[in-house]
């Protein structure tokens, strides 16, 4: 899914630089006199009679003709797909955006430079960012994180001076669902409760699923907790409708077999939320393995 949404990305950049440039071209001048173009390094060049010149732009002129298709347009000058912290991204001489693509749980920090310049730029979960008119300031920028990534889930484009004016960041690439494991064989005591960590849902949709699978023979029961304050803030429960399933046992499921899955409806609006899971037959203990779908 992270893949597709760059390639998706990439498409928009096609379409939105190829359909200007799509009869960039080379020219050749048939008249008797000089002609005026722009070069593909975007100097403005003389054309003798007779002379062809390479360009990015689309001509309309008597006795300019076309000669070639080539060369055509990409705006990116480089990109790459970062699965390591402390990569290094050295910038392309050429490049005058650096774009930041992150598709990841992860929240990175990102250097200029060094390491010693602090503090560093945060990049959040599933965000992006584009530093413009890098390479005047900077030759290299640093990627750091804590979390496990997949290739293409964060990746790094460079961008000439035409894409510079292009805010990636504003590309819909469509909604995407996020999986998070909340319990993994947590087994809670009789009468007691597990809560999971706290997971970011700002830029959710609004929509939530829950799967579970219970052993025991205990009862379990899953409610979530909202907070504004942040992911190290107070988590409050809501004074009613936070409970999302009660009294599931190890018969849960259309199999019986304590496997099942439900929708989340109604959740307050909030920031962070965490899921509470709470024994709540007070005789015997629940084992759960619990995960969250968020889209």
Same mark, same amino acid.
């Given at each position: 899914?992270?893949?597709?949404?760059?390639?998706?990305?990439?498409?928009?950049?096609?379409?939105?630089?190829?359909?200007?440039?799509?009869?960039?071209?080379?020219?050749?001048?048939?008249?008797?006199?000089?002609?005026?173009?722009?070069?593909?390094?975007?100097?403005?060049?003389?054309?003798?009679?007779? *002379?062809?010149?390479?360009?990015?732009?689309?001509?309309?002129?008597? =006795?300019? +003709?076309?000669?070639?298709?080539?060369?055509?347009?990409?705006?990116?000058?480089?990109?790459?797909?970062?699965?390591?912290?402390?990569?290094?991204?050295?910038?392309?001489?050429?490049?005058?955006?650096?774009?930041?693509?992150?598709?990841?749980?992860?929240?990175?920090?990102?250097?200029?430079?060094? %390491?010693?310049?602090?503090?560093?730029?945060?990049?959040?979960?599933?965000?992006?960012?584009?530093? $413009?008119?890098?390479?005047?300031?900077?030759? #290299?920028?640093?990627?750091?994180?804590?979390?496990?990534?997949?290739?293409?889930?964060?990746?790094?484009? @460079?961008? $000439?001076?035409?894409?510079?004016?292009?805010?990636?960041?504003?590309?819909?690439?469509?909604?995407?669902?996020?999986?998070?494991?909340?319990?993994?064989?947590?087994?809670?005591?009789?009468?007691?409760?597990?809560?999971?960590?706290?997971?970011?849902?700002? #830029?959710?949709?609004?929509?939530?699923?829950? @799967?579970?699978?219970?052993?025991?023979?205990?009862?379990? #029961?899953?409610?979530?907790?909202?907070?504004?304050?942040?992911?190290?803030?107070?988590?409050?429960?809501?004074? *009613?409708?936070?409970?999302?399933?009660?009294?599931?046992? =190890?018969?849960?499921?259309?199999?019986?077999?304590?496997?099942?899955?439900?929708?989340?409806?109604?959740?307050?609006?909030?920031?962070?939320?965490?899921?509470?899971?709470? *024994?709540?037959?007070?005789?015997?203990?629940? +084992?759960?393995?619990? %995960?969250?779908?968020? @889209?």
């Amino acid at each position: 899914m992270k893949n597709s949404r760059y390639l998706i990305l990439i498409l928009a950049l096609i379409m939105v630089f190829g359909a200007g440039m799509a009869d960039a071209a080379t020219y050749r001048n048939d008249s008797n006199g000089y002609i005026s173009i722009e070069s593909t390094d975007g100097r403005t060049i003389q054309l003798a009679p007779g *002379e062809s010149g390479q360009t990015y732009q689309y001509y309309d002129i008597d =006795n300019l +003709t076309k000669t070639s298709d080539a060369p055509r347009y990409n705006p990116v000058i480089a990109q790459a797909s970062i699965t390591a912290s402390g990569t290094e991204v050295s910038v392309d001489t050429a490049a005058d955006t650096v774009v930041v693509i992150n598709d990841s749980d992860a929240a990175l920090s990102v250097y200029w430079g060094s %390491r010693t310049n602090t503090p560093a730029t945060p990049i959040p979960a599933d965000s992006r960012w584009n530093f $413009d008119d890098i390479r005047a300031v900077a030759d #290299k920028l640093i990627i750091d994180f804590d979390e496990t990534v997949s290739d293409g889930q964060i990746r790094v484009l @460079q961008l $000439d001076r035409r894409g510079q004016g292009l805010d990636i960041g504003n590309f819909d690439t469509g909604p995407r669902t996020t999986v998070y494991t909340l319990f993994d064989g947590t087994t809670i005591a009789a009468g007691g409760s597990a809560t999971s960590d706290a997971i970011y849902v700002g #830029k959710a949709a609004g929509y939530f699923s829950l @799967q579970v699978a219970i052993t025991g023979d205990g009862t379990v #029961k899953f409610e979530y907790l909202v907070s504004m304050t942040g992911e190290d803030g107070t988590f409050v429960e809501p004074s *009613e409708g936070n409970d999302i399933e009660t009294g599931l046992t =190890n018969t849960a499921g259309t199999a019986s077999d304590g496997n099942d899955a439900f929708p989340i409806s109604d959740l307050m609006l909030a920031p962070y939320i965490q899921i509470n899971a709470t *024994e709540t037959g007070l005789s015997d203990s629940v +084992t759960l393995t619990t %995960r969250l779908g968020v @889209q």
